[in-house]
């Protein structure tokens, strides 16, 4: 009759599980480590405008594509591409005028135009790098009194097979930029 040590084979499983539980934390960790961050900056422009820098660093070896930006919250806030309504001016020199906005050309989801290269990549002035920066222009209803901008910012890899990455932003609208602020 063999013998069978109860207490060999608790330690046993005890250290499997234990391997397990630090691999899935490595894991998780290291996932999140991949994950591009952004940063929204806000600059009010008049009453109803406020204009957002959206700044992507990509931290993973595969390059991005910025695909699309979607308002959440306030309800009556629409986004549209800095680019898309302005003009250049007789010096050459890329011009908004942002009075004669009136709403018409934004929507609550609006396409991006970014790039973003791998991690590490140096980019040139027309080029991607791993940084990438694009403005955008927030136009809210005088209505609307809420303090909270919501978005979803959808990003896809440029890999043979892609994959979808959305990250929410949430931002305080204070004084100084909230809509209702005048």
């Known amino acids: ?17 234990a391997a397990a539980i630090i691999a899935w934390r490595v894991y998780r960790t290291q996932s999140q480590v991949d994950r591009p961050a952004v940063e929204v900056q806000l600059e009010r422009i ?30 009556e806030a629409t986004l549209v591409a800095e680019n898309l309504v302005g003009s250049f001016n007789d010096m050459g020199n890329w011009m908004v005028d942002f009075d004669a ?12 135009s970014v790039s973003i290269g791998p991690r590490g990549s140096k980019g040139t002035r027309w080029g991607e790098g791993e940084r990438q920066r694009q ?3 927030l136009f809210v209803q005088p209505s609307s009194r809420s303090r909270i901008l919501s978005m979803r910012l959808t990003l896809v890899s440029m890999e043979a097979v892609q994959r979808r990455t959305t990250i929410a932003i949430t931002r305080a609208l204070d004084a100084e930029n909230s809509i209702a602020a005048d």
């Open 1 to 17: 009759m063999e013998y069978f040590n109860f207490g060999a084979s608790v330690v046993s499983a005890l250290a499997a599980v």
């Open 101 to 112: 906005l009136d709403g018409s050309k934004f929507d609550r989801n609006t396409t991006m």
């Open 135 to 137: 403005d955008l222009l």
């Open 46 to 75: 008049n009453r109803h405008i406020i204009k957002l820098s959206v700044i992507i660093l990509n931290r993973s070896d595969v390059g991005l594509k910025a695909e699309s930006l979607r308002v959440k919250s306030p309800k």
